[in-house]
């Protein structure tokens, strides 16, 4: 075989690498779901559907978890002044580890006008993997107090998981974990490249891919000058 051919045989082949790494590789899932809130509030029981996002960013050894409600649920009869109302929300998990996650986030930055959808803040919360495996975050019960009360709100329409993240405990480990709060205290492996969503996998795996076809490249060059030297 002659070397410019085998040199268009190798960078094939590296290209080739480079795809199957990107194919191959799992990725997190994140989805936009909706949630039907039954809220029960000290004027009665209110209802309102809204897109839940929550969202996974590696932070220490563990990862940062942010909910966001895209629509406002429940209301109140009255105005609900700067910083009277503060929410806060459980996010259930599920697969390989058990369990909910607290979230919480500021009091209301501007009023609330009377019999207006209450718009939650994003709520943030550290979850800290204590099972290696894949881990769904499923939105839980949302609390808001205003005005020394307290309205409690529940999914009536079993919501699926708003996000799937691939994690490893301290020490790898595979053992159950019993139910309970999740938060922090415990680390992930740091051999595992971190997976958060959707994008960030894209990028990590693009990267990894873009490195194979480049590794390929340089071997073919080399076998190239190689090939020249040889003939002269």
Same mark, same amino acid.
């Given at each position: 075989?002659?070397?410019?051919?085998?040199?268009?045989?190798?960078?094939?082949?590296?290209?080739?690498?480079?795809?199957?790494?990107?194919?191959?590789?799992?990725?997190?899932?994140?989805?936009?779901?909706?949630?039907?809130?039954?809220?029960?509030?000290?004027?009665?029981?209110?209802?309102?559907?809204?897109?839940?996002?929550?969202?996974?960013?590696?932070?220490?050894?563990?990862?940062?978890?942010?909910?966001?409600?895209?629509?406002? *649920? =429940?209301?109140?009869?009255?105005?609900?002044?700067?910083? %009277?109302? &503060? +929410?806060?929300?459980?996010?259930? $998990?599920? #697969?390989?580890?058990?369990?909910?996650?607290? *979230? =919480?986030?500021?009091?209301?930055?501007?009023?609330?006008? %009377?019999? &207006? +959808?209450?718009?939650?803040?994003? $709520?943030? #919360?550290?979850?800290?993997?204590?099972?290696?495996?894949?881990?769904?975050?499923?939105?839980?019960?949302?609390?808001?107090?205003?005005?020394?009360?307290?309205?409690?709100?529940?999914?009536?329409?079993?919501?699926?998981?708003?996000?799937?993240?691939?994690?490893?405990?301290?020490?790898?480990?595979?053992?159950?974990?019993?139910?309970?709060?999740?938060?922090?205290?415990?680390?992930?492996?740091?051999?595992?490249?971190?997976?958060?969503?959707?994008?960030?996998?894209?990028?990590?795996?693009?990267?990894?891919?873009?490195?194979?076809?480049?590794?390929?490249?340089?071997?073919?060059?080399?076998?190239?000058?190689?090939?020249?030297?040889?003939?002269?």
């Amino acid at each position: 075989m002659s070397y410019p051919r085998r040199t268009a045989t190798l960078a094939s082949a590296a290209a080739l690498a480079g795809s199957a790494v990107l194919l191959a590789a799992p990725a997190a899932r994140a989805d936009v779901v909706d949630v039907d809130y039954r809220c029960q509030t000290p004027i009665g029981v209110k209802s309102a559907v809204s897109p839940i996002d929550i969202r996974g960013v590696r932070s220490g050894s563990g990862y940062r978890i942010t909910m966001s409600w895209q629509k406002g *649920v =429940s209301s109140s009869p009255v105005e609900l002044g700067k910083g %009277a109302m &503060t +929410p806060s929300a459980t996010i259930r $998990l599920g #697969g390989a580890d058990g369990g909910t996650l607290a *979230v =919480s986030g500021p009091a209301n930055a501007a009023a609330i006008p %009377a019999d &207006t +959808p209450i718009k939650i803040s994003d $709520l943030s #919360g550290t979850y800290t993997p204590r099972k290696s495996g894949k881990v769904t975050f499923t939105a839980g019960t949302l609390t808001i107090k205003a005005l020394g009360t307290t309205t409690t709100c529940t999914p009536a329409n079993s919501p699926e998981p708003s996000l799937t993240l691939a994690v490893t405990a301290a020490g790898g480990s595979s053992s159950p974990s019993s139910p309970g709060s999740s938060g922090s205290g415990g680390s992930s492996s740091a051999g595992q490249l971190p997976q958060t969503g959707p994008e960030d996998s894209v990028i990590a795996l693009g990267t990894l891919g873009g490195t194979v076809l480049l590794t390929g490249a340089a071997g073919a060059l080399w076998l190239t000058r190689q090939g020249r030297t040889a003939r002269r």
